[in-house]
Each structure stands twice: as structure tokens, then as C-alpha cells.
């Protein structure tokens, strides 16, 4: 008993608090990294799923509109999946700013 009392003691002696300010910063990285994946992969609400029905509906956006229709095929859409959807929508609509004007000659 009093060898397992010494080497507690000795135990406590080589943790410094900075180790433990470490090990909690860590920790608290990682809770947060893992509920962020599991709110990636719930299910959207029904008006977002009412964006993703307008999506595919527009013709302005022919890709943004195919991965839509695909997404509307799944019995459920995940966050991550509406987000990869709308940066699309965002990708593409940038794009389409971006072209140059039209030049008749």
C-alpha cells in the first residue's frame, strides 16, 4: 500500500499544470470536431429541403440542377451533403458572373 501511495506522489510531482492546461485544450478541440461530424450527417429540415426542390427546378444552373435531382432521389438529405449543394449553387453562380460579355463581329 505504501508503494502504491509513493508512486501517486511521484506521479503528481512530474505533471505540471501546463500538461494539463494541454490536455485539456485538446480535449475540448476534439468534442467540438466530433459534434460538428455528427451535425454534418442529420437530416436537413423541410425548408431546406424546400431550397433543394427549388434548386432543381432552376435550368440556369444545369450542374447545381443535376445534383439536386439527385439529392431528391434520397430518403434523407444530410447537412453536409446540402451544404456541398449550395456551394455549388454558389460556385456556379460566380461563374456565370464571371464570363465575358458576348462579341458579335
Known amino acids: 500500500m505504501h508503494i502504491a501511495i509513493q508512486k501517486i506522489a511521484q506521479l503528481k510531482s512530474e505533471i505540471k499544470l501546463e500538461d494539463v492546461y494541454n490536455v ?4 475540448i478541440i476534439v468534442i467540438i470536431l466530433a459534434l460538428a461530424l455528427i451535425a454534418l450527417h442529420r437530416p436537413i429540415s423541410v425548408h431546406q429541403f424546400e431550397n433543394v426542390t427549388k434548386l432543381s ?3 440556369n444552373h444545369p450542374d447545381t440542377q443535376a445534383m ?3 439529392l431528391m432521389q434520397q430518403p434523407e438529405v444530410a447537412y453536409g451533403q446540402y451544404f456541398r449543394l449550395l456551394q455549388a449553387h ?3 453562380t460566380t461563374r456565370a458572373n464571371q464570363l465575358p460579355p458576348f462579341q458579335v463581329d
Open 90 to 92: 454558389q460556385l456556379e
Open 24 to 27: 485539456l485544450i485538446v480535449s
Open 68 to 70: 439536386a435531382l439527385q
Open 57 to 59: 427546378s432552376q435550368a
